[in-house]
């Protein structure tokens, strides 16, 4: 089965560290998504391209975070500077554009930040 | 706006019994619905989908799910739980962007617990 593929699973950094998380969508996929899960907000968006083109950042703090596309196969989430409230699991999901159809997640990036 | 509201944070079934978790959804459109599944340490997968075809939703591992537009629900029911079925559901609603993929809006999930 193809898969969406997250790296790295599991972050602990310190405070002020920049963040970088990965993700490889389905092949032939081309809309990404990225969602943040936390205990108290639940699952939020962040981000979302469509054709590696942004068309929805409002959920991300813009002065802190950054998602891109530098190609099709590869999305990336960053953090500059990492802050302790930004501790969550954060999921990227691929889909094909058509309304009625799944978006597919990978098993998210663990992020801790001491 | 488009939401979504799961009635019950916590669910407990002993094995054997019937699965019932209750989805209630807000949209000015007629809405695509999904239920996820989430296993702990896992990401969300897919269970089944609603996208107007079918009101009753046959998914994987034994669920369905009703969509009923008077009553502006979308509830999951499994006729006999099993131990593996504990874990978190999400119902989701996708956002409208004219007939394009558009983001999910999530529900805040239900824990399913399963006594045996």
């Known amino acids: 089965d193809a898969r969406v593929t997250q790296t790295p699973r599991h972050k602990v950094t310190e405070m002020g560290q920049e963040v970088t998380m990965r993700c490889q969508p389905i092949l032939g996929h081309n809309t990404v998504f990225w969602y943040r899960q936390t205990m108290m907000q639940g699952l939020e968006l962040l981000a979302y391209f469509r054709n590696r083109a942004p068309l929805d950042d409002s959920g991300m703090p813009k002065d802190r975070f950054s998602a891109e596309m530098p190609d099709a196969t590869l999305a990336t989430l960053k953090i500059q500077p990492s802050e302790p409230r930004d501790s969550a699991v954060y999921f990227c999901?691929?889909?094909?554009?058509?309304?009625?159809?799944?978006?597919?997640f990978g098993d998210g990036t663990r992020l801790s930040i001491l | 706006a488009q939401s979504v509201t799961q009635l019950g944070s916590h669910v407990s079934v002993s094995e054997g019994a019937l699965v019932l978790l209750r989805c209630n959804y807000s949209?000015?459109?007629?809405?695509?619905l999904f239920w996820y599944v989430q296993y702990p340490n896992q990401g969300l997968q897919l269970l089944l989908k609603?996208?107007?075809?079918?009101?009753l939703v046959k998914g994987i591992n034994g669920f369905e799910a009703e969509f009923k537009k008077s009553e502006t629900s979308f509830h999951l029911t499994k006729p006999s739980a099993h131990m593996s079925d504990a874990a978190e559901y999400f119902c989701a609603v996708m956002a409208n962007y004219g007939g394009s993929q558009g983001n999910l809006i999530f529900g805040k999930g239900t824990k399913l617990s399963v006594k045996p």
């Open positions: 949209s000015s459109v007629p809405p695509y």
């Open positions: 999901a691929s889909g094909q554009d058509r309304g009625n159809q799944p978006q597919h």
């Open positions: 609603y996208t107007s075809a079918a009101t």
